[in-house]
Antibody, heavy 121, light 107 residues
Framework: EVQLLESGGGLVQPGGSLRLSCAAS????????LSWVRQAPGKGLEWVSG???????????YYADSVKGRFSISRDNSKNTLYLHMNSLRAEDTAVYYC???????????WGQGTLVTVSS | EIVLTQSPATLSLSPGERATLSCRAS??????LAWYQQKPGQAPRLLIY???NRATGIPARFSGSGSGTDFTLTISSLEPEDFAFYYC?????????FGPGTKVDIK
C-alpha cells in the first residue's frame, strides 16, 4: 500500500524558513517523480514544485513561478523521503502542503494527508 | 498560460440523482485532463485521468468525457459519500494546473 506522510509544518514568521518532509512507503521510491501541492485555507489546489525520479533526467527540479528562488525541493532515495525547503516565507504561503506521487504524464495518483504551514507574525 | 474554468461553482443535488460537472480550458489540452475528489479535511483523490480513464479502485458510477477544451465528469447516481469538492487538472502544458473546483452538496 502506497503511503505518504508529511511532517514539518508549523507557525513561522514572515521572512522565516521551514523544511517539510514526506516519508514514503509502498512503492519503489527512487523510480517515481514526486511533487508538492498546496492549498490555502478555503481555496483550491496549487502545484508548487516537483522532482523527477531515476532515469535520464533523474533529480531534475521544477518550481511554480510563485515560489521560484525561495523554495527548494530535494529527495533522499536512501531514506525514501522527499523534502521541501522553504525560505523567505510570506503570508500568502500559508497553506496545507501535500506531497504527491506523480503518475504517468503529470497526474497525482497518491497524496499524503498534508501538513499545515502558517506564516504570521 | 492555460486557464481552467469549472462550472457550476456549486451543484446542489439529492442522493440518487445524476451529477454533471464541467471543466473548460482556455486552449486545447488534448485529452490530458484529470479529475480529483476532495472531502473536507482530506487529501484529494484521483478519479479520472486522460479525460476518460478511471483510476484504480474508482467506482463505475464516475465517468469522464471530452477532449480539446471541453470536459465533463459525470456521476451517474450520487451516493452519500460523493458529496465533496471536485477539481480538474491539466497536464498538457507546463506547469500542471488545477481548476477552481465545483462543490457538490446535498439539496
Amino acid at each position: 500500500e502506497v503511503q505518504l506522510l508529511e511532517s514539518g509544518g508549523g507557525l513561522v514568521q514572515p521572512g522565516g524558513s521551514l523544511r517539510l518532509s514526506c516519508a514514503a512507503s509502498g512503492f519503489t521510491f527512487s523510480s517515481y517523480a514526486l511533487s508538492w501541492v498546496r492549498q490555502a485555507p478555503g481555496k483550491g489546489l496549487e502545484w508548487v514544485s516537483g522532482i523527477s525520479g531515476s532515469g535520464g533526467d533523474g533529480g531534475t527540479t521544477y518550481y511554480a513561478d510563485s515560489v521560484k528562488g525561495r523554495f527548494s525541493i530535494s529527495r533522499d532515495n536512501s531514506k525514501n523521503t522527499l523534502y521541501l525547503h522553504m525560505n523567505s516565507l510570506r503570508a500568502e504561503d500559508t497553506a496545507v502542503y501535500y506531497c504527491a506521487k506523480v503518475a504517468a504524464g503529470y497526474y497525482f495518483d497518491y497524496w499524503g494527508q498534508g501538513t499545515l504551514v502558517t506564516v504570521s507574525s | 498560460e492555460i486557464v481552467l474554468t469549472q462550472s457550476p461553482a456549486t451543484l446542489s443535488l439529492s442522493p440518487g440523482e445524476r451529477a454533471t460537472l464541467s471543466c473548460r480550458a482556455s486552449q486545447s489540452v488534448s485529452s490530458y485532463l484529470a479529475w480529483y475528489q476532495q472531502k473536507p479535511g482530506q487529501a484529494p483523490r484521483l478519479l479520472i485521468y486522460d479525460a476518460s480513464n478511471r483510476a484504480t479502485g474508482i467506482p463505475a458510477r464516475f465517468s469522464g468525457s471530452g477532449s480539446g477544451t471541453d470536459f465533463t465528469l459525470t456521476i451517474s447516481s450520487l451516493e452519500p459519500e460523493d458529496f465533496a469538492f471536485y477539481y480538474c487538472q491539466q497536464r498538457s502544458t507546463w506547469p500542471p494546473l488545477f481548476g477552481p473546483g465545483t462543490k457538490v452538496d446535498i439539496k
